[in-house]
């Protein structure tokens, strides 16, 4: 049932079936003029109507059908245009955003269907003296919907050039992170997940072979712990949101059998998708960091950006735990499946800026900064060892990279105090020489 609904959701979201929608309806709507006019006329009293003859109910229609689809085509196009230049620097992930923004549908929806409703309605106007009619009612809804047209081209415009500003672009992915921590993540539980078993467990087990490919896009873990304890089973998955599976390759084991409907409960996909797919969330911010220390972009400030809003999400990580991927049921296990760890979420946020920004000493310095940082306001030990460990890669690719003297002494001392915050385990570590 999840599958279903993710798989509707991202149909919804495709940039043409909001428009679809608009469309359908303003021809519903031309069609309801019509008739409404033919059967009931034009009460008297009604002066804002259109009062124009045949003729002027011809060119109105007209030239707002043009103008709509004309504008409509030249603005999508340069702006188009545009988003693939900017999305250079950027990443793919702006042109997905602008696609799957409601208010780029929505404009792009305003103008397709004025043009549908006019053409529609200029269909039904007749003249000759027989049967002449003019489509009052709708004329000046045409009238209304241009003025629409006009506000929209408006709005689109301000829209679009505040989108591809990339402080803009980084908020928003910020905002896509923060959302999936907190589906992620919960309250720190007292007492302690309970153990996973020994990998002797499952041995003998029936392993169920992967019919096809894709990244997994959910992973519907209340329809496989239902399934494991109808069936009096324990199962275990091996692949997480986020991985690529490849045809005929092991993606789960039941013990002693395999329970019914699991491959249902495995949404699988051309793409990742935000969700359960926690890190793709977090590589997406990491490429544009990685893409912005990039020799031809060369914009540091952009990945700082982009090291302050992990430290924001990572802050906001404290006191919280994801699930332990152990699940009983009536004191019998029912389901083991892989999930996120602090350990891989530090790895996707600080590998790639590490390894591409080790010649900056802005982006060093900063990145030690929002280490100590987290470290400082972090309480578990196993965490801030983590946090150790990320800054003494920092500080080892800084040595090796950093040519200015006094840069370099900075990075130590940044790193010095970055790892003395991080000492949280109890352990003597060792420090920065």
Same mark, same amino acid.
């Given at each position: 049932?999840?599958?279903?609904?993710?798989?509707?959701?991202?149909?919804?979201?495709?940039?043409?079936?909001?428009?679809?929608?608009?469309?359908?309806?303003?021809?519903?709507?031309?069609?309801?003029?019509?008739?409404?006019?033919?059967?009931?006329?034009?009460?008297?009293?009604?002066?804002?109507?259109?009062?124009?003859?045949?003729?002027?109910?011809?060119?109105?229609?007209?030239?707002?059908?043009?103008?709509?689809?004309?504008?409509?085509?030249?603005?999508?196009?340069?702006?188009?245009?545009?988003?693939?230049?900017?999305?250079?620097?950027?990443?793919?992930?702006?042109?997905?955003?602008?696609?799957?923004?409601?208010?780029?549908?929505?404009?792009?929806?305003?103008?397709?269907?004025?043009?549908?409703?006019?053409?529609?309605?200029?269909?039904?106007?007749?003249?000759?003296?027989?049967?002449?009619?003019?489509?009052?009612?709708?004329?000046?809804?045409?009238?209304?919907?241009?003025?629409?047209?006009?506000?929209?081209?408006?709005?689109?415009?301000?829209?679009?050039?505040?989108?591809?500003?990339?402080?803009?672009?980084?908020?928003?992915?910020?905002?896509?992170?923060?959302?999936?921590?907190?589906?992620?993540?919960?309250?720190?539980?007292?007492?302690?997940?309970?153990?996973?078993?020994?990998?002797?467990?499952?041995?003998?087990?029936?392993?169920?072979?992967?019919?096809? /490919?894709?990244?997994?896009? *959910?992973?519907?873990? &209340?329809? $496989?712990?239902?399934? %494991?304890?109808?069936?009096?089973?324990? !199962? +275990?998955?091996?692949?997480?949101?986020?991985?690529?599976?490849?045809?005929?390759?092991?993606?789960?084991?039941?013990?002693?059998?395999?329970?019914?409907?699991?491959?249902?409960?495995?949404?699988?996909?051309?793409?990742?998708?935000?969700?359960?797919?926690?890190?793709?969330?977090?590589?997406?911010?990491?490429?544009?960091?990685?893409?912005?220390?990039?020799?031809?972009?060369?914009?540091?400030?952009?990945?700082?950006?982009?090291?302050?809003?992990?430290?924001?999400?990572?802050?906001?990580?404290?006191?919280?735990?994801?699930?332990?991927?152990?699940?009983?049921?009536?004191?019998?296990?029912?389901?083991?499946?892989?999930?996120?760890?602090?350990?891989?979420?530090?790895?996707?946020?600080?590998?790639?800026?590490?390894?591409?920004?080790?010649? /900056?000493?802005?982006?060093? *310095?900063?990145?030690? &900064?929002? $280490?100590?940082?987290? %470290?400082?306001?972090?309480?578990?030990? !196993? +965490?801030?060892?983590?946090?150790?460990?990320?800054?003494?890669?920092?500080?080892?690719?800084?040595?090796?990279?950093?040519?200015?003297?006094?840069?370099?002494?900075?990075?130590?001392?940044?790193?010095?105090?970055?790892?003395?915050?991080?000492?949280?385990?109890?352990?003597?570590?060792?420090?920065?020489?």
């Amino acid at each position: 049932m999840k599958g279903t609904w993710l798989r509707l959701r991202e149909w919804t979201g495709q940039f043409w079936f909001l428009p679809a929608v608009m469309t359908a309806l303003a021809l519903l709507l031309a069609w309801a003029g019509i008739e409404l006019e033919e059967r009931y006329g034009i009460p008297d009293g009604l002066t804002w109507v259109y009062s124009g003859g045949e003729s002027g109910a011809r060119s109105l229609l007209s030239a707002v059908a043009s103008s709509a689809i004309g504008v409509a085509g030249t603005v999508f196009s340069i702006t188009i245009a545009a988003l693939s230049y900017a999305a250079g620097s950027m990443g793919p992930r702006l042109l997905d955003n602008f696609t799957r923004d409601r208010g780029n549908q929505a404009v792009l929806g305003t103008f397709i269907a004025t043009f549908a409703f006019t053409l529609f309605s200029l269909r039904s106007v007749q003249g000759g003296e027989d049967a002449p009619f003019v489509p009052h009612y709708n004329v000046t809804v045409a009238m209304g919907l241009a003025l629409a047209c006009v506000a929209a081209l408006v709005y689109f415009l301000a829209h679009v050039t505040s989108g591809i500003n990339m402080t803009a672009v980084v908020n928003l992915l910020r905002d896509d992170l923060r959302w999936a921590l907190e589906r992620a993540t919960t309250e720190q539980r007292a007492e302690a997940a309970p153990p996973a078993p020994p990998e002797a467990f499952w041995a003998g087990g029936e392993v169920l072979r992967s019919p096809d /490919s894709g990244y997994l896009q *959910l992973l519907d873990t &209340d329809a $496989l712990i239902a399934a %494991a304890q109808r069936d009096g089973v324990a !199962l +275990r998955v091996f692949v997480r949101p986020g991985d690529y599976v490849f045809p005929n390759t092991p993606v789960a084991v039941g013990v002693p059998r395999l329970p019914d409907r699991v491959l249902p409960a495995l949404t699988l996909g051309p793409r990742r998708v935000a969700g359960q797919d926690l890190e793709f969330t977090v590589r997406q911010l990491a490429e544009v960091a990685a893409r912005a220390l990039s020799p031809g972009t060369n914009d540091p400030v952009t990945a700082i950006d982009v090291i302050d809003r992990f430290g924001d999400a990572l802050c906001r990580l404290q006191g919280r735990t994801w699930p332990p991927g152990v699940e009983f049921r009536d004191h019998q296990l029912r389901l083991v499946y892989p999930v996120t760890t602090y350990a891989g979420l530090l790895d996707s946020m600080f590998h790639m800026i590490r390894q591409y920004g080790s010649g /900056s000493p802005a982006v060093t *310095l900063r990145l030690l &900064d929002v $280490l100590r940082t987290v %470290a400082e306001n972090e309480t578990d030990p !196993l +965490r801030r060892r983590e946090l150790h460990r990320h800054a003494e890669l920092t500080a080892e690719d800084a040595r090796r990279d950093t040519k200015n003297s006094g840069d370099l002494r900075e990075i130590e001392e940044r790193a010095r105090a970055t790892l003395q915050a991080s000492r949280g385990d109890g352990e003597a570590q060792e420090g920065v020489s």
